[in-house]
């Protein structure tokens, strides 16, 4: 069964830090990038950070210099580093995939919960 599955999630003070991670049993090869979203209560979800299969990255705004997208491609897995941790980063927080000469994530994952307390 194709499917992302997050990790990592959880509680911390403001300025503290998390890894997230997903592991990808999709057939990868087919991906053209990966990202993860969030979406905080109340809120729309958002684009945080998204990787292409050639390792180019785009963030947000908000997140530019505190976290860092990469994957490893041997294991399938894409992390999330998220350091200098504001009480408005707390949302859900999913993982996507999207297929080469597709415009729309197919993949998603189930989210995983960062909460950061001021």
């Known amino acids: 069964q194709e499917q992302l599955v997050e990790s990592g999630g959880g509680s911390v003070q403001s300025g503290g830090s998390l890894r997230l991670s997903c592991a990808a049993s999709?057939?990868?090869?087919?991906?053209?990038?990966m990202g993860w979203f969030r979406q905080a209560p109340g809120k729309e979800r958002e684009g945080v950070t998204t990787?292409?299969?050639?390792?180019?990255?785009s963030y947000t705004d908000s997140v530019k210099g505190r976290f860092a997208i990469s994957q490893d491609n041997a294991k399938n897995t894409l992390y999330l580093q998220m350091n200098s941790l504001k009480p408005e980063d707390t949302a859900m927080y999913y993982c996507?995939?999207?297929?080469?000469?597709?415009?729309?994530?197919?993949?998603w994952g189930q989210g995983t919960q960062v909460t950061v307390s001021s």
């Open positions: 996507a995939a999207r297929r080469y000469f597709e415009t729309e994530y197919r993949y």
């Open positions: 990787i292409s299969r050639n390792g180019r990255t």
């Open positions: 999709v057939h990868t090869a087919n991906l053209h990038c």
